[in-house]
């Protein structure tokens, strides 16, 4: 693995004169999957998009193993997989046109075979010729679900990837991350869905105003506790 951890120090992100993140130091380690909370504007999404390398921070430092974040972008390309809000797909290709392009993109080895198995577990087989734009949210997220595994990615980001998925992709989303944790991956996910969380996660990082305002590692937090310590963080 090139990503042993992913460590950052006094992260700190500006827009003009917003500051979004104000100084985030934590770690995040093979095997752990991090919950991400945080009221609205606490700076949950700037972090994802800053750890994807999909943008930069203005300050402090951010280690990918060896590599440094500036540098990650070309040393890591195919070893990061995001999940952001919006499904970042191609409106016009259909779904297993979409997952081909990324394969073909990261380099996938026998792509075509990778996309036909990564369709079926999603569930996506059936609808897999139509257009992204024409899929309901829960379809369209069990397709950006895919896209960001097909590479096997070593750190996997979620940006609330539960929102809109019925009982079915809940469950088949636990699944996948369970599985990923299993395999020795970093994963980080913002949620607010206690239920949809419970067990799942062994770090608990709570963001506050840029900050983080609290921190826990056990092995498997409940929802129970989860919430417990999300209200202390924000008392
Ligand atoms: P969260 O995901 O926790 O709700 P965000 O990371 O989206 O929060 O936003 C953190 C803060 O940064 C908010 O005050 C938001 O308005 C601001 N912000 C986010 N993205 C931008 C941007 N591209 N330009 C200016 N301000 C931004
Ligand atoms: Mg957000």
């Known amino acids: ?8 120090r006094e992260v700190r992100k500006v827009y003009g004169r917003h500051l979004a993140l104000s100084s985030v130091s934590t770690r995040f380690a093979p095997g752990e999957l991090a919950l991400l909370m945080g009221p609205n504007g606490a700076g949950k999404s700037t972090l994802l998009g800053i750890l994807s390398t999909l943008s930069r921070p203005s300050g402090g430092e951010i280690r990918y193993g060896e590599h ?8 890591l390309r195919g070893r990061i997989g995001l999940v952001a809000h919006a499904p970042m797909l191609y409106l016009q290709l259909s779904s297993r046109e979409n997952l ?11 792509a075509a075979e990778e996309v036909e198995r990564w369709l079926a577990r999603v569930g996506m087989l059936e609808a897999a010729d139509k257009p992204a734009g024409e899929l309901s949210r829960g379809m369209a997220q069990r397709i950006a679900l895919a896209r960001a595994l097909l590479a096997e990615p070593e750190l996997l980001l979620l940006d609330e990837p539960f929102t809109g998925l019925d009982r079915e992709a809940t469950e088949l989303l636990r699944e996948e991350l369970a599985a990923a944790r299993a395999a020795g991956k970093i994963v980080i996910v913002v949620s607010h869905e206690l239920e949809a969380v ?11 105003r840029g900050r983080v305002a609290k921190e826990l590692r056990e092995p498997a937090l409940s929802a129970a506790r989860i919430q417990e310590s999300y209200r202390e963080a924000l008392a």
């Open 100 to 110: 081909a392009f990324f394969a073909r993109l990261y380099g996938v080895a026998r």
């Open 68 to 75: 440094e974040h500036r540098y990650a972008e070309e040393h």
């Open 198 to 208: 419970d067990g799942l996660a062994s770090h608990l990082v709570v963001l506050r």
């Open 1 to 8: 693995m090139e990503i042993s951890e992913v460590a950052l």
